[in-house]
């Protein structure tokens, strides 16, 4: 039985769990304490699986009690929870596709149900269709019609995961398929190699000795069909096998001999038009590449194939990072040797979105600052809600004050970082922020966010952002599109518009890193540098834990070609803070 390994997979299995229960109609408090359990989890610093062994320690995890605690002990040991498997086995696994649907909660789920003993997307739209939903309790003509445009929604990005998700079970592929003696290197390929912001299929490449002779690939290919999450073999061949796991999303292992590994690498991580470029480049130096090798023209003989550097090298090309493959005119700077050098993470010096217990978050100013000091960053900034955000318990004017000086306390008292003292303020729907203006004028740093009204008609929400961005306060404008990635599209407005006001009044743009937003996205932020707009990366951390997430963000960033010149938060503390005041 596969085991979850993280604090993620386990979370999952209790929501999920919670989710049932409710739609199963149990007491609240028994799904509240599923919900908990897996919230303190999800957040904590430390791995279950490396402190189940001692049980004061899980029991002192706020939300855990000797119930839960039970539960995870069974988790952990048989790989599922009793209860979780009851309930799939009475509601169909698809009862959860149902959740992922915009407007259709356990209890919504559970009336429909009741009703009509549908479980699945399919039978939910038919319902609909027939007017059968607006039959329902609490339900009418205009509540059915939006549950049809959410579940076009649904089919319109099913298919498609989060990055980190697809990490996650690379991971956990990676990890099993290792087990097989003869494998020496396993790879992720595809648009997770790339950086895309969301992936479709798992490419997994893999080589080695035992990838060599015909026997050892289909020892290896019936070792990773035993891989236990696997639902369904879709095909399987010579080296190759294709799957689904749980979560619906299809792996692509192949099984590559050592001489052709680089070729394979760069042709299953593409993209598709980056590599339609190259093998024309290649056609034109009379040679021929595929997924087995760069070789001659005439005769066939391989030129290159072992690394992806000598098949770049070969060509007269110098090597291109797979986050810039995509046929935007990498080939030509590569070929002129002007490739740019791409943002790393090593270049960030301070991370500047965090949110704690003031507001919503779930540490400490000084556990926040000790973990970004840990991360060898040189400076980062407190940023709490403002009072618009009541579910988030956002900060008043008198609050935001007191706020301050904590934060220039912590500041003095905790050493080798600088903590600027700022806010997240919301930008109303007028447009004006939701603080005085002589509050947010005693911050280092001003994110001006649009949490709410996104509906408003696109020259409106122009207005509203042009207004935010014209107060001498902002100093950059966090999330900038609104998008929730696979929940909520970006709200209509004119950036170019929005981008000439920024680089005029010198107001930054964040790449918010967090993976279910990546906002500004790559096309976005090469609009941005096209217009002379910096950009700041930050993760919008609510616990110390997702400060990691910053590579995501990283990641968007090369893949729209941006170097240190382009993020202000590679700048020295002193540089940044005068940025932070519109001197860059």
């Not at 920024?502 to 540098?529: C, S, T």
Request: one cysteine or more.
């Amino acid at each position: 039985m596969f085991k979850p390994t993280d604090n993620k997979a386990i979370a999952n299995i209790l929501y999920e769990t919670a989710d049932l229960l409710e739609i199963d109609g149990q007491d609240s408090f028994r799904i509240r304490s599923y919900r908990n359990a897996a919230q303190a989890i999800e957040n904590h610093s430390q791995q279950i699986k490396d402190l189940i062994s001692d049980p004061k320690q899980v029991l002192a995890i706020p939300g855990v009690g000797k119930g839960m605690l039970r539960n995870l002990q069974d988790l952990l040991r048989d790989g599922k929870l009793a209860l979780q498997s009851e309930l799939l086995e009475k509601y169909h696994p698809s009862m959860l596709q149902l959740l992922k649907i915009q407007g259709l909660g356990p209890k919504t789920i559970a009336l429909i149900w009741s009703a009509h003993k549908v479980c699945d997307v399919d039978g939910v739209e038919k319902l609909a269709l027939e007017g059968k939903i607006r039959e329902l309790p609490r339900m009418g003509e205009k509540h059915e019609a939006k549950l049809l445009k959410s579940i076009a929604d649904y089919r319109r990005i099913s298919g498609r995961f989060l990055i980190d998700a697809a990490e996650i079970e690379c991971e956990k592929v990676t990890e099993y398929i290792a087990r097989f003696s003869g494998i020496e290197k396993i790879t992720p390929a595809g648009s997770l190699r790339r950086g895309r912001d969301t992936v479709g299929d798992l490419d997994i490449l893999v080589t080695g000795s035992a990838c060599t002779t015909e026997e050892g690939r289909q020892q290896a290919i019936s070792h990773v069909a035993k891989y236990p999450p696997i639902m369904d073999v879709i095909a399987s061949g010579d080296n190759k096998i294709s799957f689904h796991v749980r979560s619906g999303m299809q792996v692509d292992v192949r099984l590559l001999p050592p001489d052709s590994f680089g070729a394979a690498m760069q042709y299953f991580t593409g993209s598709k038009a980056h590599n339609v470029a190259l093998r024309q480049r290649a056609l034109k130096m009379k040679y021929t590449l595929n997924e087995y090798s760069l070789a001659e023209l005439e005769g066939g003989k391989p030129v290159a194939g072992k690394t992806e550097e000598e098949i770049y090298a070969k060509l007269n090309l110098d090597y291109i990072p797979p986050e810039m493959r995509e046929n935007l005119g990498e080939i030509d700077l590569a070929q002129n040797h002007s490739l740019p050098r791409l943002l790393t993470q090593a270049d960030i010096k301070g991370d500047v979105h965090m949110h704690t217990v003031e507001t919503d978050g779930r540490n400490t100013i000084a556990e926040m600052a000790e973990a970004a000091k840990a991360r060898g960053y040189k400076y980062m900034a407190i940023t709490d809600h403002s009072k618009n955000l009541a579910f988030a318990n956002g900060l008043d004017d008198s609050r935001a004050i007191a706020h301050i000086q904590r934060i220039r306390e912590a500041d003095k008292q905790i050493e080798g970082i600088n903590i600027f003292a700022g806010i997240e303020v919301d930008i109303l729907a007028d447009g004006d922020l939701d603080l005085s203006n002589d509050v947010l004028a005693q911050m280092d740093i001003v994110i001006a966010s649009v949490h709410s009204v996104f509906n408003q008609e696109p020259a409106k929400m122009t207005e509203r952002l042009l207004k935010a961005i014209e107060n001498p306060n902002t100093s950059l404008i966090g999330h900038p599109t609104g998008r929730i990635q696979l929940r909520r599209d970006a709200y209509a407005f004119d950036m170019h518009a929005v981008l000439t006001a920024a680089a005029k009044h010198k107001v930054a743009m964040e790449l918010n890193a967090y993976p279910d937003r990546l906002d500004l996205n790559d096309v976005n932020l090469r609009q941005a540098k096209q217009h002379g707009v910096k950009i700041v990366i930050n993760t919008d951390a609510h616990h110390t834990s997702h400060m990691e997430k910053i590579r995501y963000g990283i990641l968007q960033a090369r893949r729209a070609w941006l170097t240190n010149d382009d993020v202000l938060n590679t700048l020295p503390v002193e540089k940044f803070a005068e940025a932070m005041k519109h001197a860059w």
